[in-house]
């Protein structure tokens, strides 16, 4: 699943919905960090779309499974993977602004790239 594409996210929800298995955990451990400026198939821009949005997604598709998999003796579990990096996201902390976050010039440099995945995994906490 690429969870950078939400239509790729749907589809394999919609794979493992046709299995009729449980889910007891689910680990959200997708990342791309320092990546060139570019946008996703659905507009959003890749570091976030991958990092944040897509796992998001996935998540929300497949907590049905999740709660109805889990039991007093097995609990269920999701796991969103972060990182340290959290704590250089930009000065305005999470960032709803989509055109700013579609500016190419907001990753022209490292450290700005470095500030968005920050970004992204500071949106996981």
């Known amino acids: 699943v690429d969870v950078s594409d939400f239509k790729s996210v749907r589809a394999f929800v919609w794979r493992f919905d046709t299995k009729g298995i449980g889910l007891n955990l689910l ?50 579990r999701i796991v969103n993977v972060g990182s340290e990096s959290h ?21 022209d440099t490292k450290q700005k790239k470095w500030g968005w995945y920050g970004h992204s995994k500071l949106a996981l906490a």
């Open 27 to 76: 680990v959200n451990n997708a990342g791309i960090m320092l990546a060139d400026f570019k946008l996703t198939q659905d507009g959003k821009e890749q570091t976030y779309a991958t990092n944040y949005l897509g796992p998001f997604l996935l998540t929300n598709l497949l907590v049905g499974h999740i709660r109805s998999a889990a039991s007093k003796d097995f609990p269920s």
């Open 87 to 107: 704590r250089w996201h930009p000065p305005e902390g999470i960032c709803m602004n989509q055109s700013k976050m579609s500016d190419p010039s907001e990753f």
